[in-house]
C-alpha cells in the first residue's frame, strides 16, 4: 500500500498542476475574447468560475487523482503568485499620488474591514474568517486581497468561494451604475479626475475599475486606475496588520505573541523594489505580469475545483446582506472623503 501512494502522488501533482493550469490559460484567453473583453470580468474570476464548473461535473475520484496538485496550486503557487503581484506597482508612482490619496483608502479600508466583522460577526452571526474576507475583497482588490487574506485566516474553500462571489456581483452592478451615475452627474465630484479618484477607490476588482473608468473619459479612467493602485499597494500593510490582530485573537489570555510575517508578504514589497529601482526590460516586465496572472489564475482554477455547490448554498443570504451593506458604506464614505 505504502508502495502505490508513492507512485500514485507524482502522478496526483502532475494531474492537478496540469489541470489547474489548462484552466488558467483558457480563462486567460476568454478574459481577452472580443465577447469578454472590457466587460469587467477578469481572469481570476473566470478560473473559478470555470474550476467551479469542472469540479461540480467530475466524479469523486477525479478529485481524489487530482488532489495533490490542487493543493499545491492552492498554497504554495497562490503564494508565489502574491509576491510576484508587485511587480505592477512602483515606488515612484506611490511617491505620486500623494498623501492625501493614502489617507482616503487607508480611512476606507479601516471602516470597511472594521464594519465587515462587527456587521458580519456580531449582527449577521456569520463566521469570523467569512466576514473578514468579504471585507477584504471589499476594501482592497477583490479575488486577490480574498486569496491573499485567506492564508492568513485558515479559511476554508467554501469560505474563499462566497466571498469571491459576493465581489463579482456586487462589483459588477457597480462596474456598470458608476459609468451611468457620470453620464447622469458628471461634477458630482468636481470633474472628471474626482470621479476617477471616488471610481477607483471603491469598485472592487481591478478589471472592473478599468472597466468603468473606459466607459467615462480617459482622465477618468486614469485617475481611477492610480487610486485603484493605492488599495493594491496597501494589501502588504492589511495583511500583517490582519496578522497581528488573529494573533493576539488567539492569546488573548496572555501576552501578544511574536508575529511571523508571511514570506509572501515580504516578496510582493521585495518585487515593488525591484520594478521600482532596477530596469526592467519592457518584454520581462510583461513576462512578470503574464505569469504572475497565469500562476493566480491557476490558483482559483484549483480553489474552484475543490468547492462544491453545496457548500455554497449552506451559506444562504448573509453574506449577500454582508457585502450589500460594505458596498453602500463604501460609495457613501468614499464619496465624503473624495468631496473633502
Known amino acids: 500500500m505504502l508502495v502505490l501512494s508513492r507512485t500514485q502522488l507524482p502522478y496526483g501533482l502532475l494531474t492537478g498542476v496540469t489541470g489547474s493550469l489548462a484552466l ?36 469523486g475520484s477525479a478529485h481524489r487523482m487530482a488532489a495533490a496538485g490542487v493543493q499545491l496550486c492552492k498554497q504554495p503557487v497562490l503564494r508565489v503568485g502574491v509576491a510576484l503581484y508587485g511587480f505592477r506597482l512602483t515606488v515612484q508612482q506611490v ?17 470597511t474591514i472594521s464594519l465587515a466583522i462587527w456587521l458580519g460577526t456580531r449582527v449577521l452571526g456569520m463566521e469570523r474568517g467569512t466576514a473578514v474576507l468579504i471585507g477584504a475583497g471589499h476594501a482592497i482588490c477583490g479575488a ?9 485566516v485558515k479559511a476554508r474553500n467554501d469560505q474563499v468561494a462566497v466571498a469571491i462571489a459576493c465581489v463579482v456581483l456586487f462589483g459588477t452592478l457597480g462596474m456598470l451604475l458608476y459609468p451611468w451615475l457620470f453620464s447622469v452627474m458628471p461634477t458630482l465630484f468636481g470633474d472628471s479626475h474626482g470621479f476617477g479618484i471616488f471610481t477607483g477607490a471603491t469598485l ?48 488573548s489570555g496572555h501576552s501578544a505573541t511574536a508575529v511571523k ?29 503574464s505569469f504572475d496572472d497565469l500562476l493566480l489564475a491557476a490558483a482559483m482554477a484549483a480553489l474552484g475545483f475543490s468547492t462544491r455547490l453545496i457548500d455554497l448554498r449552506k451559506a444562504g443570504l448573509k453574506p449577500l446582506i454582508l457585502a450589500a451593506a460594505l458596498t453602500l458604506q463604501l460609495m457613501i464614505v468614499g464619496g465624503a472623503l473624495t468631496l473633502i
Open 24 to 59: 488558467a490559460a483558457l480563462a486567460m484567453w476568454l478574459s481577452t475574447s472580443p465577447v469578454l473583453h472590457g466587460s469587467g470580468i477578469g481572469t481570476l474570476t473566470l478560473a473559478m468560475l470555470l474550476g467551479l464548473a469542472v469540479g461540480n461535473l467530475v466524479p
Open 95 to 111: 511617491q505620486a499620488l500623494g498623501v492625501q490619496a493614502f489617507v482616503t483608502d487607508a480611512l476606507l479600508i479601516l471602516s
Open 144 to 152: 486577490a486581497a480574498i486569496l491573499a487574506s485567506a492564508g492568513v
Open 204 to 251: 472592487h476588482e481591478v478589471a472592473q475599475v478599468v472597466a468603468a473608468g473606459q466607459a467615462m473619459d480617459p482622465q477618468a479612467a486614469e485617475a481611477a486606475v492610480v487610486a485603484k493602485l493605492i488599495r493594491v499597494l496597501l494589501l502588504a500593510p492589511f495583511l500583517l496588520g490582519l496578522g497581528i490582530w488573529l494573533s493576539r485573537k488567539a492569546d
Open 261 to 289: 510575517v508571511p514570506l509572501f508578504v515580504l516578496g510582493f514589497i521585495a518585487c515593488m523594489l525591484i520594478n521600482s529601482w532596477l530596469p526592467l526590460d519592457q518584454t520581462l516586465h510583461q513576462a512578470l505580469v
